[in-house]
């Protein structure tokens, strides 16, 4: 069955570094999103991506954070400079379509800043 | 702002019914979901349903939507070991796919032998 990768599983790293955090959304699928959840709290939209440019996004997807799809199986999530309170699990999603359509999850990157 | 609230933790016997609750605020909330996360894995989604729906049912799922008061459940029968898990309740105003979904904290739901 095909499903979202993500990689790496964890990663720790020192505040004020820049982060990359990869996915591999299912090959045939158009649209590309990523949530975060910070321990003990709800699972945040982040930003939304399709036809090469985001689509919607939150307040929470500032300046710091970028998305990029380098080529045509990854799809990425930049922070560029960390800060303790982005520390989360975060998860890639990707979905065929918009209409009633299922999104696939990742099994998440789990960030800690320190 | 939207916001899905869930209680944290449900704890069963196996072999009887599981009822998972969630109360959401947006009012033009189109689409409710409910999703299970297993130790490890990423969210699956289990089943949906349109607002304009009362109930939806799928084997051993059964949703129930009273939209009046805002309240999603989902009912699982006959819990197994299996269905052990986080479940998160999510609401968005329109369309499909994963974009722009408001996700409550997550069940976790806990079997007893």
């Known amino acids: 069955e095909p499903e979202v990768t993500q990689t790496p599983s964890h990663q720790v790293t020192q505040m004020g570094q820049e982060v990359i955090l990869r996915c591999v959304p299912i090959s045939n699928h158009l649209y590309f999103y990523w949530y975060r959840q910070i321990l003990g709290q709800k699972v945040e939209f982040l930003v939304s991506?399709?036809?090469?440019?985001?689509?919607?996004k939150s307040e929470i997807f500032d300046d710091q954070f970028s998305v990029e799809r380098p080529d045509g199986s990854n799809f990425t999530l930049k922070i560029r400079s960390t800060k303790l309170e982005d520390s989360a699990m975060y998860f890639c999603?990707?979905?065929?379509?918009?209409?009633?359509?299922?999104?696939?999850f990742g099994q998440g990157t789990r960030l800690t800043v320190v | 702002g939207e916001d899905v609230e869930q209680s944290l933790f449900l704890s069963v016997r196996e072999g009887d019914s599981s009822v998972i609750n969630c109360t959401y605020t947006d009012s033009s909330s189109t689409y409710l979901y409910w999703y299970k996360q297993e130790p490890g894995a990423g969210l699956q989604l289990l089943t949906y349903?349109?607002?304009?729906?009362d109930m939806k049912q799928d084997q051993r799922l059964t949703v129930l939507l009273n939209k009046k008061d805002k309240h999603l459940s989902l009912r699982i029968a006959d819990t197994q070991t299996g269905d052990s898990a986080i479940y998160f309740c999510?609401?968005?105003?329109?369309?499909?796919?994963?974009?722009?979904?408001?996700f409550g904290k997550g069940t976790h739901l806990i079997i007893q032998p």
């Open positions: 991506f399709y036809n090469n440019e985001i689509s919607e």
């Open positions: 999510a609401e968005k105003e329109s369309g499909g796919g994963a974009d722009g979904l408001t």
């Open positions: 349903i349109f607002s304009n729906m």
């Open positions: 999603a990707s979905s065929e379509g918009t209409g009633v359509t299922e999104a696939f």
